[in-house]
């Protein structure tokens, strides 16, 4: 089960599920509690998998879920078009993964790279190396 964290609990960086898709929390501003009402958080994210901006406002005791994401070390063996045949360094687990367009004109054969995995979708998220 994943954990769950209430929105005023929420830090930039936390990574928190929102409308089905992984998040990572930009800024976060916690209006005070009203004479009638709970506070309310707004809260600025930018999806882990597709890059866009969600503004989300909630109250502060609205709950959300942190999604797993593993970090995890590769080297690309081959690259064919928008795809590259990453070796993860620590399983030797084999497989093709998307090549995202910030990494596109330094990924080759032999680069090591950072890969996360959210929510069981492979991403690269950036080059460590070259060979």
Known sequence: MAE?????????????????????????????????????????????????KKMIMVPGHERFEAPDIDKRRGQVMAVAGDNASVMDLESFENFDIPIAEEVKADIREGTQIEYWVVMGTKIIKRITGQQ
Not at 10 to 24: L, R
Not at 34 to 40: E, I, T
């Open 4 to 52: 769950l964290i209430n929105a005023h609990g929420v830090k930039p960086g936390n990574a928190i599920i929102f409308e089905g898709a992984a998040c990572i929390v930009k800024s976060i501003d916690i209006s005070k509690t009203g004479k009638h009402g709970a506070s309310k958080c707004r809260i600025e994210a930018e999806g882990v998998l597709d890059g866009k």
